[in-house]
């Protein structure tokens, strides 16, 4: 195992220095799930959720977090992106909601952190939204799925 690049020879952490690496295009695709009641699901999709569009709103959070994230996580790198597409789709076989973020930018550094965090906005969005009608929402299952871009190869979680 290597090193830990966000630790220095005293045990410090520290921010990464990215300066000697080009700028190349970066995707990273993250997703997770809200799992609910079947009820919860029927109260969405009739427009009759108490706190209005949930899946509108939720996507909106997610996208607004993914510019945030280095805000929000400590020795994450500052990025202008150039596309944050945050989508949330009832799934009945949960039963509750799928939600897939997917981030790009022109950089030095990957954008995982970016789509992990929208996943994970928009999943506490969804909660947030439905908690008065749906105590035991259970959020899970947030994860990179797939990424390309800079020295490494492109992956995918298969």
């Known amino acids: 195992m290597s090193p830990l690049s966000h630790v220095d020879d005293s045990g410090r952490a520290r921010m990464v220095d990215v300066s000697d690496k080009d700028f190349t295009a970066r ?54 992106l150039t596309k944050v597409a945050v989508t949330i789709e009832v799934d009945d076989t949960l039963p509750g909601f799928a939600v897939v973020a997917e981030v790009r930018t022109l950089a030095q550094t990957g954008v995982e952190m970016e789509a992990l965090t929208a996943v994970s906005v928009a999943c506490l969005t969804l909660f947030d939204m439905l908690k008065a009608v749906d105590r035991g929402m259970v959020i899970e299952g947030i994860r990179v799925i797939e990424k390309s871009g800079g020295r490494s190869a492109s992956w995918s979680a298969g």
């Open 27 to 80: 995707t990273a695709r993250a997703e997770g799930r809200l799992r609910c009641a079947e009820d919860t699901i029927a109260l969405v999709r009739e427009g009759r959720a108490p706190k209005g569009a949930v899946v509108q709103t939720a996507e909106l959070a997610g996208v607004m977090a993914a510019k945030k994230t280095a805000e929000l996580v400590p020795l994450c790198h500052p990025l202008s």
